[in-house]
Every structure is written in structure tokens, then in C-alpha cells.
């Protein structure tokens, strides 16, 4: 049971930081295809960060988010 509980949060975490990029871009007013151009990277990773078909790597997610003055940082998790 407890397992379930740990699978359902580091799924909710990461939802929650998928949700953040999506803010960014459209904050910055980019495309799906802006934001991989000037990250020199395809549109579709994008789509699939965005659309969660797969786990983000790290790498990835810095390279996307550094031409825009961002990178990933460790926060602490706020208690609800």
C-alpha cells in the first residue's frame, strides 16, 4: 500500500513540474516548435514533456530551459 502512495506522489511532482514548464512557455509567448528552436531541439520533445508520454530527463529539461535564462533547481516540497 504504501508503495501506491509513493508512486501517486512522485507522479503528482512531476505533474506539478510539467504544469511549470508549460506556464514558462506560454509565459514567454513561444510555440511548442519556438521553444525547440531556439533550444535546438525537436518540437515533438516538447510535446511529449508536455503531454507526459514519457519521464523528462535532466538533461533534456536544461537544455530546453537554458537559452531562456532557466535551469532546474532542488526546492523544498511544500507540506499540504
Known amino acids: 500500500m504504501n508503495y501506491m502512495k509513493d ?9 506539478n513540474l510539467i504544469c511549470e514548464f508549460i506556464k514558462l ?15 535546438n531541439t525537436v518540437r515533438e520533445i516538447i510535446a511529449v514533456i508536455e503531454t507526459r508520454k514519457k519521464h523528462p530527463q535532466i538533461n533534456t529539461l536544461i537544455k530546453i530551459l537554458e537559452p531562456f535564462g532557466y535551469t532546474l533547481s532542488i526546492t523544498k516540497i511544500k507540506e499540504d
Open 25 to 39: 512557455r506560454n509565459e514567454l509567448g513561444l510555440t511548442q516548435k519556438e521553444m525547440g528552436e531556439a533550444s
Open 7 to 15: 508512486e501517486k506522489r512522485m507522479m503528482e511532482l512531476e505533474y
